[in-house]
């Protein structure tokens, strides 16, 4: 080696040891959020962005609205630090999802990551928080199996599949009652990737264990490019309720067979995804109308807590969009977040850590209808996520679903298309 | 060349090898070489039978899929260490290609290729259905810690998988060597350049090209094994992606098919490329790191029809004033 | 629906399917046919087709069908541009060289949509045609025939301007031997250019008739490109006809096997199909 080049390397190690200290004080508090900007999904993965970017603002301004942190600027523990969040791409998919988690890690040394709506891609991201020991909150994926891995440094704020579908049986029978009706049959529909096939899973159990006859299960292929047999099988097996989990591309292609088949069940049960994906109804507009969805949130709920239409006002402001319940979950737990940071007062993961397991924000503080967030201290699941049934009338969900938070009678059985 | 050239560079290449991981400090800069090393494999494991005997496979995930579920499965379900699933998927996905050979090497050019993208979905949609690997819930490899050889799962230092995988490569970039030198390295290429020819001169050209599809089925299910213990997690639309069969077929389109260093050069260029303009653009989500991707895969195609390393061979040949046969 | 009733919907949802996968098929058999490669960004042509119907009609409200001249229009001349830019340097160069351009041009021309337009889905609000008819307890979708007589029609008058007339024969005569073409005073480069417009003329046919029942994102061409293939496949690379009937063949055997057999496994059928054609007869059902 030249003495030349050993000068340089002595100089800026020397540099490096000087300005490092100087870096001690928090000027920013930077949170890695993964989601997929590109690809099928890109459109949800873009809007999950805004709905943290909407958390940061309201976080780190003064804002003139009755919510945590927005009365201050930044984290008050952390001499008001700015919380950033800085959006990296999955593409939907695992393998790159673990390497942006690790870039994030190792590159802007984020106190915590979030993500990633797909259950896969947040399997293997945070395996590299749990490696890295990076506290890894999840507010969005819905996989009963993230949760049972025992993971250290792995929290969830949003409900399980468990819970929507043990919610969507509760609600047939409620509705059932209400309305005279019977319920017998059911179909299950699933796409065939992990969230759909753990969903099937799910309400197969269930089904059988409630007495519910499954009529016909269909698994199809993600991004299929024509669902008409799909659709035949259903209309030949006629159920009176259909079960199905599809992410957007493939609803909107489903709900434009069954209008072209003319067939409608007694009722569609949609499991989020492309059923709260705001393009379902720029795309079907009122061909929408009626289908369930289990769900988190919906704009209706600001009728009785004013807070929410707020901030849904301001989100609509910022994107053009109306919140669903994949972005109210992600800025629920944007602010969980933030409040665990504010608690630990550091960035030190272990603080950040210890500071989650001892969340326990009540309802009032949160936008979605859950009884607060407090985390199970060995799965790290929150164990206060509720779900609501909203039903699509006009262009918006409507809640119909628990009694006590709905808005809107429930339009049950569903008028066929003819009768429209 | 002289010899002795040629035995330094090589030991200087080897030993660049070896010694960059320990330059790159960050992770994120080990899993690009680790990328980078699992894709040389790949697409050396193609290149024997689309560079060399010229049948373009472009359902390559297929055996990359058994590689990753067979090492997996016999750890999950029975506790066998990944090394020795490794050579039991090595061999399954041989096996499975001799299977799919045998009817398929009637098919020239497109006809093949297509056959084998459909072959690949056609096997996706099976894992995707079949319960008891896992089906599409994938498999979720155990977290074995203390960074043992023997488990193949490394925790403290990213740098083992990358020289798991140079190893790998190495026997790879050999075990080519030594066949492009022995008869079934002539058999290949006069397959390649005539089928017609080769079998008037009497070489079995089936048989030629199933011994080709094996080998290659075989290095790349062990790849497949590899990135199961490195990702920790597989389920069937991870590791039978279509996008991984294209991207083992461009990699070594792209360094120059059929020669023996072209997959790492085409590596190279495409991992680092993909990943870097990710990491730097992809935050956006206006897909610009891809369109820089595309734009130049699209340019050397365009100007470079050869791939990289032709492109290498043209100049030399233009400065010997002399035309430098294909190797 | 009555077992036969049930049969016969199969049947025609089948057809319906196959005829716009033939529609995204002659095209990429015309520039196999003529010019001897394979198109893998035929797909994202049909995108490219699909967004400009869209445009047109969020900007000046004309229907697809009504402006799917100018949709036409718009996409042959964007087809001889790419063909001259990049499509005519790798004209000679091996198979490889080609598929490795046209794999890149689809990853571009994918996420230049993303850039342009969003990933947001869309669709055409107020068509001309919709609704649904049914004959005799079998539903039939307007604006899924729509397509169906649109293709049927494409691959008529594509055949009758290959066999018939001047220009289709000198297609005709550099397919054959492009040597020999040029000898007896064609211009084969001008030839190739044409032929590769026409392929993106009726990819962008293709998408004004399918964007009035289907969404359109960056990504739709994927939807379509691996059935286009294995349809063109199955009829022979370079036929017309065989293009046609692939694509309605891939398109029944996906119906029949999604209600008979199982919705999961409808890929694996028509894909086998293909197999056990490719197999029995390796170039196809007309391939030449």
Redesign the interface.
Known sequence: MSRILKAIILCSVALVLLVSPAYSKVDVVKIGVIYPLTGTSASTGNDYVAAYQLAADIINNVTNIDFPFAKTVGIPSLGNAKIEFVPADSQGNAEVGKAEAERLITTIKPAALMGCHHSAVTKTASQAAEQYGIPFLCPDSTSPALTERGYEYFFRSGPTDNTFIEDAFQFIADVDKAKGTKTQTVALVSEDTEFGKNILNVEKDLANKLGYKIVETITFANNSTNLSSEVLRLKQANPDVIFMAAYTSDTILFMKTFKEQRYYPRAIIGQRAGFIAPELFQTIGKDADYLFTTNVWAADLGVARPIVKTINDMYKKKTGKDLTGDYARAFTGAFVMADAINRAGSLDPEAIKKALLETNLPGKDLIVPWEGVKFDQKTHQNMYGKTIITQFSNGSYKTVWPLNLASTPVVWPVPGWDKR | MKKYTVYILIAAALLAAIVLPRLLP???EK?VLILIMLYSILGSAWNIL?GYTGQ?SLGHAVFFGIGAYTSSIMLIKWGIVPWVGMLVGGVIATIVSIIIGL??F??????F???T???G??TR??F??WEWIG????L?LPIKRGDKLINLQF?LSKNNYYYVLLGIFLLTILAIYVIQKSKLGYYFRAVKDSHEAALASGIDTARTKLVAMGISAFITAIAGSVYAQY???I?P??VFSS?IS?RI??VA??GG?GRLFGPIIGSSILVILS?YS??WL??????????I??????L????Q???ILGMVEMVKAKRQKAVVPNA | MNPFQVLIQTIVNGLLLGSIIALVAIGIAIIRGVMDMVNFAQGEFLMLGMYASYWINVKWNLDPLVSAPITIALMFILGVIVYKVLIARVIEAPMLAQMLLTFGLSIVLVNVGLFLWGSQFKTIPNVLVKGTISIGGVMVSLNALVPALVSLLMAGAVYWFLMKTRMGRAFQATSMNKKAAALVGIDTQTVYALAFGLAAACAGLAGSVLSISYYIFPGVGSVFNLYAFVAVCLGGFGSIPGAFIGGLMIGVSDSLAGFYISAAFKYVVAFGIYLVTVIFKPKGLFGW
């Open positions: 960050k992770p994120f899993h689309g373009v009817p398929t009637k098919l020239r050019g497109f006809y290729a297509i056959a993208i459909a072959l979905e056609m949609t099976l995707l259905n089906g599409a819930v994938g979720e925790y990702l920790l997690y389920d639309y991870v996008a294209t077929c461009l389109i792209l098919e990943e990710r990491a992809g935050g956006g989500g206006k897909g610009v790191d891809l369109i991707y595309g734009t130049l895969i699209v050397v195609a365009a100007f029809p050869r791939g």
